[in-house]
């Protein structure tokens, strides 16, 4: 893990080791009660007790730009909640600067990068550049395991809603 996490440093340029990284993900069907999550990886480990999870107010055709602004709206009214040092968000360069916009505005200086699925590949807000971190690389199969768990931990609970519902 620590090797991970100090590949993860110098392929994203980070000012120190991510000790806290923070995932997130969104999960709907045609908009309809849509979810987001929450994950943490706390030096490396995935750390269940600070996952949380978010029911999104958005309605109407699905907007996942919107839905991660919301979600991190609701994530920065809780400054009680430890800071991360780094935020990845499934999605690609809409998702990143929605997140990073939500940021700025509330004065936090984290670093913000998307992973989008299949191509794997980081984006970073408000550039063209793109990361490619290698297939085989340990920083990369760290994100994977984060990302993959905040996709799994976002249909669950979307899941239970739409369950909960349909039983009414």
């Keep these: 893990r620590q090797m991970a ?4 440093q110098t392929a994203l340029n980070l000012p120190k080791l991510p000790e806290r990284i923070e995932g997130y993900d969104i999960s709907n ?7 987001g999550s929450m994950v943490v990886l706390t ?3 995935i750390d269940k007790s600070q996952y949380r999870k ?3 107010h958005i309605t109407g055709r699905p907007n996942d730009v919107g839905m991660h602004k919301e979600m991190m709206q609701r994530r920065l009214k809780h400054p009680e909640w430890p800071m991360p040092d780094l935020m990845i968000i ?5 998702q990143v600067n929605a997140v990073n916009y939500e940021l700025r505005i509330m004065n936090y200086e984290i670093s913000v990068y998307g992973l989008a699925k299949r191509m ?4 970073p807000p408000e550039s063209n550049e793109i990361i490619k971190l290698p297939r085989k690389s340990m920083a990369l199969k ?12 976002a ?7 739409r369950d909960t519902i349909n039983r009414t």
């Design 5 to 8: 996490l100090k590949a993860l």
């Design 29 to 35: 069907i045609s908009g309809k009660e849509a979810t």
């Design 43 to 45: 030096n490396g480990e």
């Design 54 to 56: 978010f029911k999104i």
């Design 90 to 94: 499934d999605g690609g360069r809409g």
């Design 120 to 123: 794997e590949w980081l984006y």
């Design 142 to 153: 760290l994100l994977q395991k984060l990302r993959d768990e905040s996709h799994r931990f």
């Design 155 to 161: 249909i669950t609970y979307h899941r239970k809603l």
